[in-house]
């Protein structure tokens, strides 16, 4: 008898089911396997290399020897500084950096973790729909519940706070929001931000809001949630080297706001895990002191593969949510169409692999998401072969 099996199929890991792409995994290898190119536009991942001033500061970080041991788990104090630093110049935002910082090894670590600190078995988060993936890892595995609240395009894919009533508000531990927005690119305004802040200090409740596209913006850089008056009672916001530095594969993010929360995650992790390795800690002190000039010529890449690849889209009867940033398009197809299919039927007439939105949430259904991280030669031959596609 395969007693393991059974054990893992009653265990909370079947409410991890990634069904969505199941299918279009499965033809990506068929079509892989018989010779056929495919372009990925799937997955958030830059293909812009890390800038090879900050690589070379890791190699010689590497090297040394005080780098060697057991890191610091909270961050080294020169980096919880140069993160104090950072979003003072970015945001005019004052942090303790003893209790108001808190260096993660990415921020879907610290996400996943974050609601074992706030939940008990029965509490609800909230999770928009669609979203990142992540934001039901920790709710899943704390036995918490998940109340789903969707973003509309006629909202500009921010919560309707108003229809979602005093009653779910008022019982809610965790409100995940993720501005700049992943799938659909959405900016948060400070309009919104400051009518939030007002409904968690109202019911009680905390804000997680992930910040982890928020440099990369093409017009009016996007506002932290911390230069609300009064936030850091109620709100916790998650920053990353991952987008803004092409560093995804570097872990490193940090958490700031809430010292309660931040000390929180910080005894849990103690117990889960001994921090980031210093010599990226280093690494990362050196790319934050210089992050404007890096985030400057990155943010120029991908607005050119915007322009251009919105533009394209548009001309074949595509409808593009006018983002002000992020390396995402959300996008109709020109007919209706359930966005499983039409993902499919991009990588089988056009070799173009992009999401389904249904995999983002039920109300991501009817749009593809186009992630822009391939190079410019890749995606004009992406855009002529979408062109060519019979809808
Ligand atoms: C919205 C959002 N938050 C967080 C992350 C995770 O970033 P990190 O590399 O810091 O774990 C991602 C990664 O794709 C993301 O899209």
Partial sequence: MDFVKKMISKSRMKRF????????????????????????LAIGDPDIPTPSEIAKIASREVRKSVNHSYPSGRGTVKLRRA????????????LDEEKEILVLIGSKEGIAHLPFTLLNRGDTAIIPDPSYPAYKTGVILSDGKIHKIPLLEKNGFLPDIKSIGGKVLGKTSIFFINYPNNPTGAFASRKFLREIVEAAKKHHFLIAQDAAYSELYFSK????ILEINGARDVAVEFHSLSKTFCMTGWRLAWLIGNRRVIQSLAALKENIDSGQFNAIQETAVYALNHCERFARSIRKIYKGRRDFFSEQLQKYGWKIFASQ???FLWARPPIKINSLKCALKLLKEAGVLAAPGRGFGKNGEGYIRFSLTAPMPLLRQAAKSISRIKW
Wanted: hydrophobic share 35%.
């Fill in 83 to 94: 993160i104090a630093r950072w979003h003072h110049r970015r945001f005019g935002v004052n």
């Fill in 325 to 327: 940033g992020t390396f």
């Fill in 221 to 224: 850089p996007a506002p932290s």
């Fill in 17 to 40: 089911a990634p069904y969505v792409f199941i299918e279009l995994d499965k033809k990506k290898k068929e079509f892989q396997k018989r010779g056929k190119k495919i372009i990925s």
